[in-house]
């Protein structure tokens, strides 16, 4: 992934919208715009769209999509199901905003989601699992809702597999800073083992999907809790970028981990 989209996935502030009902919301900042979150959900079109085919959602009844936001990747999911999709996020003033025929928007928590067992056939996680704090919780809880048979869809990125080129020590900045915001900046790579232990049967594709990297990409460095000489190192970075001739005169990129995970039991029959 380069900067440009890597910017736009660090702006989805999940941690906070997956926090637990009750528990004081520090002053982060809020949901990138729609138009935004709209960019995003194209570049990761081609990844997503192989990881539904897989979990064949066409033929799923039963969608929960968890850290929904704006509802860019919503619209989606209910034209490519069968049946209904609930979008879950914690901001209720957020999913306020959120109308579409054949979808139900709930506030709620991913760590302790509020359905009975075996509500659903597929739980799709786009840039969320990153925020979680307790991602073995969430995971545990799609597999408590999901019927036998029923998979998990997660696109999650892997900072620590960022390959930039030359090294000047950017991934060791986006680790440091994303570390020090609350986020799990190795969530990526974890996932296949986590869901495993879960008792998932575990599918697994490394995305890479390079692109000419932008300067002003690095900007959102700026947002995260780096000391003054992380900055400075950012800032000239930023303007060796621009001064750079040809596209590919800077490499700088972060796959992303694309997972389905199947419940084991008995398939349930699709009607």
């Given at each position: 992934?380069?900067l440009?989209?890597?910017r736009l ?9 997956m926090s ?16 935004q ?8 079109a ?16 039963h969608?929960?999509?968890?850290g ?15 049946g209904?999709v609930?979008?879950l ?8 905003g ?7 928007f709930v506030?709620?928590d991913a ?5 009975p067992?075996?509500s659903?056939?597929l ?27 029923g ?5 999650e990125?892997?900072y620590?597999g ?16 994303l ?5 799990d900046?190795?969530?990526g790579?974890?996932?296949p ?6 008792g ?6 490394l995305?890479h ?9 690095l ?17 000239n ?20 981990f ?11 029959e699709?009607?």
């Open positions: 992934m380069c440009r989209r890597m996935c660090l702006c989805l502030r999940r941690w906070w919208e637990s009902p009750g528990q004081d919301e520090p002053s982060w900042p809020d949901l990138p715009s729609e138009a979150a709209q960019q995003l959900s194209q570049w990761l081609g990844p997503r769209s192989r990881a539904l085919r897989r979990a064949a959602i066409g033929h799923r009844r969608v929960l999509e968890v929904t936001g704006h509802g860019v990747v919503t619209s989606e999911l209910a034209r490519r199901c069968r209904r609930t979008a996020d914690c901001r209720a003033d957020v999913l306020a959120c109308t579409m025929p054949e979808v139900s506030a709620g760590q302790h989601l509020p359905f067992d075996a659903f056939d739980v799709f996680f786009q840039n969320t699992l990153l925020w979680i704090s307790n991602p073995e919780a969430a995971i545990a809880e799609s597999g408590r809702v999901l019927q036998s048979g998979v998990v869809v997660a696109l990125p892997d620590g960022m390959m930039e080129y030359p090294d000047w020590g950017i991934r060791e900045l986006w680790i440091s800073g570390s020090q915001a609350g986020a900046p190795l969530a790579r974890k996932l083992g986590l869901c495993e232990a879960a998932f049967q575990v599918w697994v594709e995305v999907i390079p692109q000419p990297v932008q300067a002003e990409a900007s959102l460095l700026d947002d995260l809790p780096l000391t003054d000489n992380q900055r400075q190192i950012a800032q970075v930023r303007g060796y970028i621009e001064r750079a001739n040809g596209d590919w005169a800077v490499f700088l990129h972060v796959p992303y694309l997972i389905v995970a199947t419940k084991l039991g008995s398939q349930p699709i009607l």
